[in-house]
């Protein structure tokens, strides 16, 4: 067997339809708790992003936004929106809106726990994420041990989709060399990632909100461009997600499957991610950085991924693969044939600016996902090293981290360089696992994060400033709000 073969077989057992009900009731479960929460606190949401709170031990909650924003807004907001499309038809879009609105949810409820059950490292700075609550909350050492391994692989699988969309779509538009792209690529990570989080925080709270803003700006001038086809596309939207369109009426289920799949990989609620960025930001209570990353959902998936689903369907340039046919080419599969001979990703969308904005669609894409890719890359490093740290109590030793770091620049390099179908089915091996482990645990875990919520309420209805005491909630193991 190929590792292709391999590789396609472990994620059909991992991305089962188990875990697509699992995400999608999970977040209607959470969205009722916290009776919509994501609904409710909008203005709240909008008020705390741009708070000012840092200090030693922690970023500030913009700069924790940024971390996980670099880590949600990627190239899962370009080649993998084009990959849903190619694959579950442009209904899948329709799925990753649903996924989002109900992930806000459980978004809120990961990275409040994180707040929660933070600690600070050898180095006085904080620390948090799954391990850490699910060890301290739930008392089981060998599930947070479990979870930590498992993100340290995915953090390194991810960032090779990364990477791989980086070399793709420079190769694609300057026709620079891969091995060249990534030569380049790896070095100036490696400069950056031995800075640590302030490093890491400091580049993506710059380079997030620009690279958001040009990308929505030039997909703004292409749909106007657009602007006639652009209800026919909610239309086939909203008519292929539940097979009412005659073309792709048989594929409501991969339709479903793969926006959901696609929309935990771009937004990440609920697999754990954002709970780490989450974690390294000095609020005075913990519901606050829950609903910053509440919001940062709907940024990453409301605005950029439907930004570029719009910019791929009101050109027409895609191609469909049909769902009922394997083990044959691509090509003998194409369903609907716009642009045969091209793979599905960062292509798609760099013919369908090119074909509005000739002359300028491929490189500005490509200067996109630089940028896009790059900081997704340093988030999930940041990510999987909070887990190593984690693994080592906390005070992991410098051979540790350099060896870590190293083993985390070859898994970039090597996906950098190979098939871009291999490297994305990693990194979704890796969401999935993630996702499995994580969802089960706040689940479990879930009654002092709602505990916090009333708290964080009570204190608004009020007028009081919410702070945080863990003692009066009944919540225990909080070693660093009861310093």
Not at 160 to 189: F, H, K
Not at 231 to 256: E, K, R
Not at 276 to 293: D, W
Not at 418 to 432: F, M, P, Q, R
Request: glycine residues 8%.
């Amino acid at each position: 067997m190929s590792i292709e073969s391999i590789v396609n077989a472990i994620l059909g057992v991992v991305w089962s339809p188990y875990l697509v009900v699992l995400c999608l009731l999970t977040g209607l479960y959470f969205s009722v708790r916290t009776r919509f929460i994501q609904l409710r606190a909008l203005p709240d949401m909008l008020r705390l992003v741009f708070r000012h709170e840092r200090s030693e031990s922690g970023v500030s909650p913009f700069q924790a936004l940024s971390i996980s924003l670099s880590s949600r807004v990627g190239v899962g907001n370009i080649a993998g929106v084009a990959m849903a499309i190619a694959f579950g038809g442009p209904g899948a879009i329709f799925w990753m809106w649903v996924v989002a609105f109900l992930g806000a949810s459980s978004a809120f409820i990961e990275s409040t726990l994180a707040q929660i059950y933070k600690d600070r490292d050898a180095k006085g700075q904080y620390r948090g994420g799954p391990a850490y609550y699910i060890e301290k909350g739930l008392g089981q050492r060998w599930y947070a041990v479990l979870f930590a391994l498992v993100t340290v692989l995915a953090g390194a699988m991810l960032a090779g989709t990364q990477s791989n969309a980086i070399t793709s779509a420079v190769n694609e538009a300057w026709d620079v060399p891969v091995m060249t792209t990534t030569v380049v690529l790896l070095v100036v990570l490696g400069i950056i990632l031995i800075g640590g989080v302030r490093r890491i925080a400091r580049v993506a709270e710059w380079v997030v909100p620009l690279m958001a803003v040009a990308y929505l700006m030039v997909a703004a001038v292409v749909m106007v461009l657009n602007a006639e086809k652009v209800p026919g596309v909610i239309m086939l939207v909203l008519n292929s997600a539940f097979g009412v369109d005659a073309a792709f009426g048989a594929m409501i289920g991969t339709a479903i499957q793969w926006g959901v799949r696609r929309g935990v990989l771009s937004n990440e609620a609920g697999m754990g991610s954002g709970a780490h960025a989450a974690a390294a930001a000095e609020v005075s209570h913990p519901v606050k950085q829950g609903l910053v990353q509440s919001f940062s959902v709907y940024i990453d998936t409301m605005v950029v991924c439907s930004a570029t689903a719009f910019l791929i369907l009101s050109t027409g340039l895609y191609n469909i693969y049909d769902p009922a046919v394997n083990g044959v080419p691509d090509e003998a599969r194409l369903l609907l044939a716009h642009l045969p001979g091209v793979e599905a990703g960062p292509r798609f969308v760099q013919h369908a600016v090119e074909s509005a904005l000739p002359g300028f669609g491929r490189s500005f894409v490509a200067l996109a996902i630089l940028p896009f890719a790059f900081t997704t890359i340093l988030a999930l490093y940041y990510m999987a090293e909070t887990n190593v740290s984690y693994l080592c109590r906390d005070r992991p030793s410098r051979w540790v981290m350099g060896a870590f770091q190293l083993l985390f620049l070859a898994v970039a390099g090597y996906s950098a360089v190979n098939s871009a179908t291999v490297a994305w089915s990693l990194g979704d091996i890796g969401v999935g696992l993630m996702s499995w482990l994580n969802i089960i645990a706040i689940l479990l875990l879930q009654k002092p994060a709602l505990a916090a919520l009333r708290d964080y309420e009570q204190h608004r209805h009020a007028g009081t400033e919410p702070l945080f005491n863990p003692r009066r909630l009944g919540v225990r193991n909080t070693r660093v709000w009861e310093a």
